[in-house]
Structures are given as structure tokens and as C-alpha cells.
């Protein structure tokens, strides 16, 4: 298994539960990726994985079938929308479930609410055909084609008559998949649209839940993880079209049956043998386009703000495509919360998250410690963290004077967590262009992750299961999931 962040953490699990001999590899001094958290002062926070869609439902079946349970605790929360363009500020509270959050949606965009119920109808219709959406159900996944696999969201939303500000509010969760409405296919932004609509909620201690029930697996289910270490490319393929001997940049060797890949497909690409990087599949490498990335910045709150967790989204302009762009118009995801500090200390805190462009700011190089003494880029980041902060105190001016900087990182912090590009959602959704999942060239190869299916956590593990099923078949599949009590 190459790489450990949500996706390999999932797929190592369900391999060893098959009763499979597990290597983990993660070049990463600490696995966990997105889901890593850091400490400040005594107070934890979250690197990506903020909150998440179906936590009451299929992230729980999936923590369920991994054995995390400790990881199954989440809180609803509401989430306000907010677009600065119009002037719009819709909430919707937590609980709402789906069809209360098109009421809402409704309630707000009166002239719009025919057009809505059509989106929202197609949302709902795409969630019910979604394959793996309820693993409990075993009968083997249909993977038909559906017009809301060849229509972007934009052309839909345009079809449909829905105004530019319904639109942007709408298609407001475009933000958690980082694809653009104007290439993305209808089918993909449902997906995840439906989960975040209908059962938004923060995992309670974000990822630290998931990796600490992880390593308690791992050591049970005798799972070798190897941090700090990482694949060598592989030179050839025997006669067969599989490759058997790994080669680590440890200078060790591993005989291998089966090799998965959570990991960037670009780098998956370059470790790859020479051969098996057929023209076609060069091609594929060679088109793919990264989701957006966003500008961290993390913030304490007195202990006498006035705070209700919940997550505000803030929109400085209505066109989400400009927006997942970069470089213009931007979005900033505010998660307001409360936790206990190391000493048990309930802590009011914000983490902010705001849309901007892989690799920025240009120039600023790529070796981390050298960024740490760059004055340039030290500015950069006190800069974007008071932009941010300003935003926030315009649209809820009870935190103004209340709100202290405790950390920030840019798109090349994600970088150093997720390389090679730092990309939230890793290669974009473009509507028509196939996303590597599943089998690759080398017969005992397999790519997972970066949320072919589903975006997000739930989507990478998501898509984890789908590949240990087909890697797997559909006898050993059938024999994990039941063994987790799930059906």
C-alpha cells in the first residue's frame, strides 16, 4: 500500500481484514495526510479534514466495516451561506436534512424555486443511483452511463433557468470537490452535494479519531507501517505483465502480490516501468488538471466571544468557475468550533480555509525551511491571515477584537502534506474525461483515491472500497462486510 491518508488507511484495513499481508508506505514522517492535525498553544487543529457529509449514515457504515469505532462520533452543524456579490445570507440550520435545506433554498429564492426543486430532484436521483452509497447492499454495482454523466453543472443549472445567485448558493459545495461548474459533470457535483445538504456535521476531534483507531487496527491486524519511506520505480514487468520485488528508498525490498497506489496518479505515473507508460496512458497523465487548493489560516477566539460552531461559507463573488479558478474571486469556509485544549480547557476556535490556485505564491520555492526566512512570503501569510479575518468580522461583527492569529499556510503548506501539487481534491473532475481508478497497465497494480467516485474523505475511502472489491472479487468482498456486522 503507497500512501496513508484516507484512502490508504481504508484500503490497508480492508485488505488485512481479507486476511491479506499489509505494507503501508508513506514518505511523510507521520501518516494520516489530510486527516493530520497540528498543535498550537495546547489547541488542536484540523489540516483538511474539516467536516464532512453523511457522518450519520455512510461514514458510519464505513467506520463500521473498518472497525473505527471510536472514530463514528460527529456533531451537526449548521452552515451559512454567504454571497457578498448580492447581498444574500442564507442559513441553513443544522438537522435540516436534505428537503430542509431545499426549503430553505426555496424559502429564500422565491423566483427561483421551481428551478431548484429541478436541481434538487437531480441531485437526489443522482445520490440514489450512486454505486457503494449504502454498503450494506451487496448486489454487485451497476456502473450504467446517465445523461448527469455528460452534462456539466453549469449546462444544467442553465437548462433548468436558475438565477446566478440561486445558482452560486446551490452549487455552493462545489467548493468541497474543487472542480468547476463549467467542466465537472452533473453526476459528480450531486454526489457530494447531496451528502453535505442532507447530513453536515464535524467529526468530534476531526482525523485524530481516525488515525488513533487506525494504528489500534494496524497493530492487531499485523499491518507494517513505514513512514518516512517510499517506493523506488520499477524498472520492468516479468512475462506475465506483473511486478513482484519492490525496491525502497530505504534500500530494502519487498516481495509483493498486489501493489495499491493512494497517492497523486502523476507520481503513480513515474514509478511506474518504462513500458507499461503506454501513449494512451501518457496522455491521461498529461491532461489532467488539479481541483483548487486553499490559504489555511487558523484563529483563537477569546473565551468570552460570542461563538455557535457551525460552519459560514463566504462567497466574494457569484460565479463559482471564476472563484475554483484562482487568482481573482475567491471563497473562504469559516468552521467556528469548541474543543478541549491539552489541559481540558474548552477552546473557542476558527479555521478558515480560502480558494486559491496549486502552487501559490509563485516563487517562493519549494524547500520548506527556506520559506520559514523568506520576509516575502512571511508577509504573504500575515497579509491573506488579515484578509481573511476581515472578512469574517464584516459578516459577523460579534468576533471583532475577539479573534487572534494562531497559524497559517498557504498551497505550498499543502504541498509539503500532499505531493506533488497540494491540491485539495487532487486531479480535477472534468465532465467526458475519465479519472484513473482501478486497475493500471501492470496487471497487479491498482489506483485508488483522490475520490473518482465521491469527493472528499468519504468519497477516497469511497472509492477504496470500490477497488478492494474489484481487486478482491466479489466473494471476499461480500465475506468482509458481513463479518463487520453490517448486514
Known sequence: MVGSGAGGIALSLLLARAGRSVTL??????????????????????????????????????????????????????????????????????????????????????????????????????????????????TPPQMDISSYDIRTVRDFCASAGLGEAAAAAAGSFAMCHGSLPCE???????????AIFDDLARPVGGGDPIIAAFRRQAGRLGIDIRTGTTLLPFTETDSDGECHTARLSDGSCLDVDQVFFTIHPRTVGSLLPEK???????????????????????????????????????????????????????STGYLLGREPDAGGKMRSTVAAFRTMAPGTPAGAGNDRAARRTDSAYREFKERLS????????????????????????????????????????????????????????????FIAGHGALVPGV?????????????????????KVIRASGLC
Open 184 to 194: 465537472a459533470s452533473m453526476s459528480f457535483h450531486a454526489r457530494v452535494g447531496f
Open 25 to 138: 508506505l508513506e514518505i511523510q514522517p507521520e501518516i494520516g495526510g489530510y486527516l493530520r492535525r497540528f498543535t498550537r498553544c495546547g489547541v488542536r487543529f484540523d489540516t483538511g479534514y474539516h467536516f464532512s457529509g453523511g457522518c450519520t449514515n455512510v461514514m458510519d457504515q464505513i467506520m463500521q466495516v473498518l472497525g473505527l469505532d471510536e472514530a463514528r462520533a460527529a456533531d451537526p452543524i449548521g452552515n451559512r451561506i454567504v454571497l457578498q456579490k448580492t447581498g444574500d445570507d442564507i442559513l441553513i440550520p443544522p438537522r435540516s436534512t436534505f428537503r430542509g435545506t431545499e426549503e430553505v433554498m426555496c424559502s429564500h429564492f422565491k423566483n427561483d424555486s421551481a428551478a431548484l426543486h429541478e436541481i434538487f430532484d437531480a441531485v437526489n436521483s443522482v445520490w440514489r443511483d450512486t454505486p457503494m452509497r449504502d454498503l450494506s447492499d451487496l
Open 276 to 330: 507499461a507508460v503506454t501513449p494512451p496512458l501518457e496522455r491521461r497523465l498529461r491532461r489532467l488538471r488539479e481541483s483548487t487548493s486553499f490559504f489555511c489560516a487558523y484563529y483563537f477566539l477569546d473565551d468570552d466571544a460570542p461563538v455557535t460552531p457551525g460552519l459560514i461559507s463566504y462567497f466574494s463573488d457569484n460565479d463559482l468557475d471564476a472563484i475554483l479558478r484562482g487568482g481573482g474571486p475567491y
Open 458 to 478: 468519504m468519497g477516497t475511502m469511497l472509492t477504496s472500497f470500490t477497488v478492494f472489491r474489484q481487486a478482491a472479487g466479489e466473494e471476499l468482498y461480500r
Open 386 to 445: 488579515q484578509e481573511i479575518a476581515d472578512d469574517l468580522v464584516r459578516i459577523a461583527p460579534e468576533l471583532a477584537g475577539h479573534l487572534k492569529v494562531a497559524e497559517s499556510g498557504t498551497p505550498l503548506t499543502c504541498r509539503d502534506y500532499d505531493p506533488p501539487t497540494g491540491s485539495a481534491y487532487g486531479v480535477r473532475n472534468v465532465c467526458g474525461q475519465s479519472r484513473l481508478c482501478g486497475r493500471l497497465p501492470v496487471r497487479n497494480f
